[in-house]
């Protein structure tokens, strides 16, 4: 899924503060590749990633912006038996009531950053990134 290249005609998914913007099927491989969107204000209040929820998906973010979502963890990505690689990304503003303001990883998920920044963002238990 690429921006500039005609394949998707947006490039912000905007959950309006009211569901989780991006959810990948289980099983996407790292040729799924998600590229040049902005994630914003996605919000799972009351579970688990407000920008992107990985369960059992690996597909690589490049060039992307996960902002101003919400989650109790992992307010802008939560993995979850995923391995997603973030190339170029940035996580800013994001919020966790718990854990993992811009990124949570749990059971046995990992999310590697490559050239990618995380600004901190607010949460109540621990920092912008959360491994467990």
Do not use: K
């Amino acid at each position: 899924m690429r921006v500039g290249e005609g394949l998707l005609p947006f490039r912000e998914a905007d959950g309006e503060h009211v569901a989780c913007c991006f959810h990948p099927h289980e099983g996407e491989t790292p040729a799924a590749a998600v590229e040049g969107f902005t994630i914003r204000h996605g919000s799972d209040g009351t579970t688990y990633g407000g920008g992107a929820l990985l369960e059992g998906a690996s597909p690589p973010f490049r060039s992307c912006t996960f902002t101003e979502n919400t989650a109790n963890q992992g307010g802008g990505i939560y993995g979850q038996g995923a391995s997603a690689v973030f190339e170029g990304c940035a996580f800013t503003a994001n919020t966790a009531s718990n854990w993992g303001g811009g990124i949570c990883c749990r059971y046995g998920a990992t999310a590697p950053l490559d050239r990618s920044s995380v600004t901190m963002g607010r949460m109540t238990f621990s920092s912008s990134l959360c491994a467990q």
